[in-house]
């Protein structure tokens, strides 16, 4: 049974956008951070946007401004609406969970950006 399920991705001009959805079981919905990470072919894997049960957000410098993170407490779901999208985000986006630490993965949606 997967706990953390990613939908929404696909391939997108550059300058688009897209919406990215991770619905997690009520267990990771209600405590800890919930987030969503990237990585691409060849690079380390890097923290898009985070969000905690509190509503409280943050974002990696490169996606800040552009990306938004929020929550859908019905639903248990975690969005991330990506706007302005360029090529060299194409990359697996996966949602995580964690405490101190991202310890818990779905097995993430890619994301092609064309140029």
């Known amino acids: 049974q997967a706990q953390l399920v990613e939908s929404g991705g696909g391939l997108v001009q550059a300058g688009g956008s897209l919406r990215l959805s991770c619905a997690a079981s009520?267990?990771?919905?209600?405590?800890?951070?919930l987030g969503w990470y990237r990585q691409a072919p060849g690079k380390q894997r890097e923290m898009v946007a985070q969000?905690?049960?509190?509503?409280?957000?943050h974002y990696g410098e490169s996606v800040e401004g552009r990306f938004t993170i929020s929550r859908d407490n019905g639903k248990h779901t975690v969005y991330l609406q990506m706007n302005s999208l360029k090529p060299e985000e194409t990359a697996v986006y996966s949602c995580?969970?964690?405490?101190?630490?991202?310890?818990?993965w779905g097995q993430g949606t890619p994301v092609t950006v064309s140029s």
């Open positions: 969000i905690t049960t509190s509503g409280a957000t």
């Open positions: 995580g969970h964690g405490f101190f630490s991202i310890n818990t």
């Open positions: 009520g267990r990771f919905f209600s405590s800890g951070t």
